[in-house]
Each structure stands twice: as structure tokens, then as C-alpha cells.
């Protein structure tokens, strides 16, 4: 990836700058991300001073071929320094901590594999190479690395500590020392946990506290910026100049990157579509599936602990399935009555055409917990049912959270195009040399609409982009026609003004 590289080319280059930190979340972070990510504590250290000092010298260029004076360049581009080292080197720490919800979300079913391998007679080792092989982010791909230092002989429980010291994950971290104490003192594992992911419940609920605000922020400040922006031009009389044009690519990014992220911090825990799929299903396919999955799990649940196995089970609920589950449990009994394949390999069968992976991967767990006991399997599978829907119910959440505040975005964005309309109109006028100047202000014919077309542009296009990708932000529909329906009040805004004005 681009920071990777980035980190290994300064490291090579201004190594010698970055001297030895003492920050322990950081070297945390590098260490945690080893699995993903090839970076150094002082790799990081090396892109954040040079990058800082690049980006310092680019603005105060570009500022002082703007012809603007020292006093702003200063503190504009040292503010922009300081904020590009900030960010490279808070990305390691960034990065695992948006990993926590995750890792705390996906600890409860680890926690089931490890249980499921040892009721069944296998090693530690067996289990490990179980989350190895299963669809997990980035437990697989750690997994994976353990498995390789177990092969050149360190001892898999000395791996499995190593490995939970690093995770910014209480839960995983509280499991797998459990699992590694079970093992030394040989008592069961279910004696230890309850299986219940604490952390995860909590951090979605943390989350969906601080949604409100965060969204809120996000939609002000990509409206609230070009307002900034219009004033400054107008005042610095620059409001006829062709360089305003860059600026509407700037303001569409800024839009796209905060929306992004925001989508990304914020988005509601269902499942992942599965990396095999040909076609990756939409976000609304993912819910659908997960939460018919879910009524599956309960009613599964049921059934094996009155006594039936899992094949008379799945043929005694497959009516009372939605379609979307429904498809994956014909797979299943198709594979058993028409081609004579076994439990497991037919459960194998729906598990590859699922479209999430977490219901893909719980659909070869339910396999393997009933060779061992279909009843005992079913104790674990309500108990997992119940612990699921309860998360389901907190993430949901978010979604009437951001109900409720689509109407403050709308008008937020409305309320900004028809503002810069005006403020657009008003420009001639607000120069400072025109308002300091003892004769006329503005000699009506002296600037056109023409003039000031740089500016109506950059305006235009960059309110079209805001309605449409705030519209997104919240979930809402049609967004193309709140795009256009902005870009058309702020033009309709402008043209009034500026006729009241006699621009036009």
C-alpha cells in the first residue's frame, strides 16, 4: 500500500531524522499491524518529518506565488505541516485502533472454534490453523503468521500470549488468556467465559452516542468551508481569477474523504460480503441475509436441543425460513438426499454460496458442532443466537439515529447553496481595496458575471458534489436529484441577488 511504501522510501532517505521514540501505543500499533502492513517505528517517524516539511515548503510556494503576504503564509503553512504530521504519524495508531470494534465483534465465534476443537479432541495447534483457515480480516492472516513461527519451534501457547498483548482488543485479549490458563491447568474452557463479547456491545453503543455529533460536524464542515473560502477570495479581490478553478476538485475530495470516513467509523456491524463471491452483493442484500440467519440460528437452536439432528432439523424449519436462508438450507438438503453427500460437506456447499461472511463461516461451525452432539450444539447455537441479536439490535441503532437527523443535513445543505449564491453575488463588492477606497465602492458595468465566472463554477459544481454525497451520507434517496436541486437554488440564489445588486 502507498503509506507502507511511503514509510520504507523516507526510512531509506531521512532514517537519520527520526530519532528513538519512547511512544509505546505506537510501537503497539506497528507491532499489531505486522500482519498487514511491513512498517518500522522509525520508518513512520521518517514520513511524518519529511512529508510535513514537503507539504510546508509546497504551501508556502504556492501562497507566495498567490502573492499573499507573509503573515498569512506563515501560520498557514505551518498549520499545514504540523496537521500532515499528525496524520502520518497517527495512521499505525488510527488504523489498529479501527480494528477494535472488529476484532471485538469476531472474538466471541474465535472463542467458539478454540471450544469446538477441543471438545473434539484436537490440539491447540488444530485450532489455530482453524481461524487460519477461516474468513476473519485479520485474525486469519495473524494466524497464519503464528502458524509459521509454531513450525520453526516456538511453542504455540508462548505465541498465542505474544499475540494477545498486542491487541487493542480487551475481549480477544481476556479469551485467549483464558484459553492458554485452561490449557496449563487443564480445566474446561466454557468454565472460564461465558462466550459474551462485552466490548463489542459497549464500543456500538459508544458509537452510536457520538453519531449525532459526528454527523453534524461532517455536513458542516464541507459547507461551512466553501463559505470561508467565498469571503476570503471576495476580500482578497482574487474572485476573478482562473486559479479559483483548482479549488473545485479540492472541495470535492475534502467532501468524499470525510464522508468516507465517517461511512467507515460509523458504519452499522451486520456481516462482509465473502472476497470469493463473483458479484459483491449490496450493503441491503448483506442485512437481509444476516437477519433471516439470525430467525435461522434461533429456530435451529430449538429444534436440536429437543433431540433431532441437524439434517431432520434443517427439513423441519426450511418453511419457516425467509428466502434469502431458505436457498442455503435447499443447498444443503439437496446435497444430502439427491447426491448422498454427508452433513459437512453439504453445510460446506451452502457455506459457499452465502453472501456474507460471517454466515458463511457460522454455517460450517453449525457442521462441525453437531458431529460431536446435535443437543450440545444447540445449547451453543441459542446461546450464540441470542448474543447476536442483542448486537444486531444495538447496531440497528444507528440507522434511526441517522433518520432522525436527515432532516438537519438536508436543510444544513440547502441552507449553505442558497448562502453561497448570494455571498457568490456580493463579491465584486467586498474587496478590501474597494471598501478602504475613498470614491465609488463599484462603478456598475466594471465587473460582469464574466468576470466572476472562475468563482460561480467552482461554487456551482462543488454545491452540486455536497448535495449529492451528503444526500449518500445520510442514506437518503435520489441523491443525484438533491444534487441538482442545490446546484439549481444556488444559481437561482445568485441571479436574484445579483439583479437586486445590478451585477447582472
Not at 476570503?232 to 467532501?255: E, K, Q, Y
Not at 443466537?385 to 444486531?392: E, N, P, Q
Not at 465566472?453 to 454525497?469: A, E, H, N, W
Request: aromatic share 8%; with cysteine.
Amino acid at each position: 500500500m502507498l503509506y507502507e511504501k511511503l514509510c520504507r522510501f523516507s526510512e531509506r532517505i531521512a532514517g537519520h531524522t527520526s530519532r528513538t521514540t519512547n511512544n509505546r501505543e505506537l510501537q503497539r500499533a506497528v507491532k499489531f499491524l505486522t500482519p498487514i502492513m511491513d512498517v518500522s517505528v522509525r520508518g513512520v517517524k521518517a514520513a511524518a518529518n519529511l512529508l510535513s516539511v514537503l507539504i510546508l515548503v509546497f504551501v508556502v510556494f504556492l501562497l507566495t506565488f498567490l502573492e499573499l503576504d507573509l503573515v498569512i503564509i506563515a501560520p498557514l503553512a505551518g498549520m499545514a505541516g504540523v496537521v500532515t504530521y499528525y496524520i502520518i504519524a497517527s495512521y499505525p495508531i488510527s488504523m489498529m485502533n479501527s480494528y477494535k470494534l472488529g476484532l471485538s465483534e469476531e472474538a466471541d465465534l474465535v472463542f467458539e472454534q478454540f471450544i469446538l476443537v477441543f471438545q473434539s479432541g484436537g490440539t491447540i495447534f488444530d485450532a489455530i490453523e482453524m481461524v487460519a483457515q477461516s474468513d476473519h480480516p485479520y485474525l486469519s492472516m495473524a494466524f497464519k503468521q503464528i502458524i509459521g513461527r509454531i513450525n520453526d519451534g516456538t511453542p504455540p501457547e508462548t505465541c498465542l500470549m505474544e499475540f494477545a498483548k498486542d491487541q487493542p482488543s480487551d475481549d480477544l485479549r481476556r479469551y485467549f488468556t483464558a484459553i492458554v490458563s485452561s490449557l496449563e491447568k487443564k480445566t474446561d474452557l466454557i468454565d472460564h467465559l461465558s462466550g459474551e463479547s462485552f466490548e463489542a456491545d459497549l464500543a456500538l453503543r459508544q458509537k452510536n452516542l457520538e453519531l449525532e455529533s459526528r454527523l453534524l460536524i461532517v455536513a458542516a464542515l464541507v459547507t461551512y468551508v466553501p463559505i470561508m473560502f467565498t469571503l476570503t477570495v471576495s476580500l482578497t479581490g482574487f474572485a476573478t481569477s482562473m486559479l479559483i478553478l483548482l479549488m473545485a476538485p479540492v472541495f470535492i475530495i475534502m467532501n468524499a474523504l470525510l464522508k468516507s470516513r465517517f461511512s467507515r467509523q460509523f458504519s452499522a456491524y451486520f456481516d462482509r460480503p465473502r472476497e470469493t463471491a463473483i458479484m459483491v452483493p449490496s450493503q441491503k442484500e448483506i442485512i437481509s441475509e444476516y437477519d433471516s440467519f439470525l430467525n435461522f440460528l434461533i429456530l435451529l437452536g430449538e429444534r436440536l436441543r429437543s433431540g433431532d439432528t441437524l439434517e431432520v432439523s434443517l427439513d423441519s424449519i426450511r418453511a419457516e425460513l425467509d428466502y434469502p436462508v431458505q436457498k442455503l438450507v435447499d443447498i444443503a438438503l439437496d446435497s444430502i438426499y439427491r447426491e448422498d453427500a454427508s452433513i459437512v460437506d453439504a453445510m460446506a456447499r451452502a457455506s459457499d454460496a452465502a453472501l456474507g461472511q460471517r454466515v458463511s463461516h457460522m454455517l460450517n461451525m453449525i457442521a462441525i458442532m453437531c458431529e460431536t452432539s446435535a443437543q450440545a450444539a444447540g445449547d451453543r447455537i441459542s446461546r450464540i443466537a441470542t448474543r447476536l441479536v442483542k448486537r444486531s439490535a444495538v447496531a440497528k441503532e444507528r440507522d434511526s439515529i441517522i433518520a432522525a437527523q436527515r432532516m438537519k443535513v438536508y436543510l444544513l445543505t440547502i441552507t449553505s447553496a442558497a448562502v453561497l449564491g448570494m455571498l457568490a453575488s456580493l463579491s465584486p463588492f467586498l474587496s478590501i481595496s474597494s471598501l478602504l477606497s475613498e470614491g465609488p465602492i463599484w462603478t456598475p458595468g466594471s465587473i460582469t458575471t464574466l468576470d466572476i465566472l472562475p468563482l460561480l463554477i467552482t461554487l456551482g459544481v462543488t454545491t452540486l458534489s455536497t448535495g449529492y454525497q451528503n444526500t449518500r451520507m445520510v442514506s437518503g434517496s435520489r441523491p443525484v436529484v438533491i444534487g441538482i436541486v442545490c446546484g439549481l437554488l444556488f444559481w437561482i440564489s445568485f441571479a436574484l441577488s445579483s439583479t437586486m445588486m445590478g451585477l447582472l
